[in-house]
């Protein structure tokens, strides 16, 4: 039913992965589908906001996800998986998608853990444009 499903992840936040990763494993193992883990990064090479960092950060940045990336999957996805590291500039759901597009998944998985306004407890503001947005099927972890 499924050959590649993607988890979008926040290293620094536990609850972006805690429940979504194991149910994204179970669900690669069923379908024998490959796993695409996905890490957002904001966009520093905006020239607005790239003026407040020095020079290559943007590319530090990213190496140094690239290795907590690997690390992550090391430590919490089974080497029986295929798995792919990916990282992506821009806001949150709109990379998610992006990537999505790109990677041509058949599901996204996430959870929902951001509970800073009402919205935020029904769904987490960025799991819902996901939801509302993307052209593939998205499960929502609670």
Known sequence: MY???M????L???A???KALPTAITLCQTFGASLHVVTVLPDFKMPIVGAYFPKNFSQ??????KEAQHEF????????????????????WEAIIKAGKQLDVDLIVMASHNKRKFVDYVIGP????????????????R
Do not use: F, R, Y
């Open 3 to 5: 050959q590649k499903i």
């Open 7 to 10: 988890l979008p992840v926040d």
């Open 12 to 14: 620094n936040e536990e």
């Open 16 to 18: 972006s992965w805690e």
């Open 60 to 65: 530090k940045a990213h190496e140094s996800i």
């Open 73 to 92: 999957i090391k430590k919490h996805v089974p080497e029986d998986i295929q798995t792919q590291s990916v990282i992506v500039d821009g806001s949150p």
């Open 126 to 141: 960025n799991a819902e444009h996901v939801v509302h947005h993307a052209k593939m099927s998205v499960m929502i972890v």
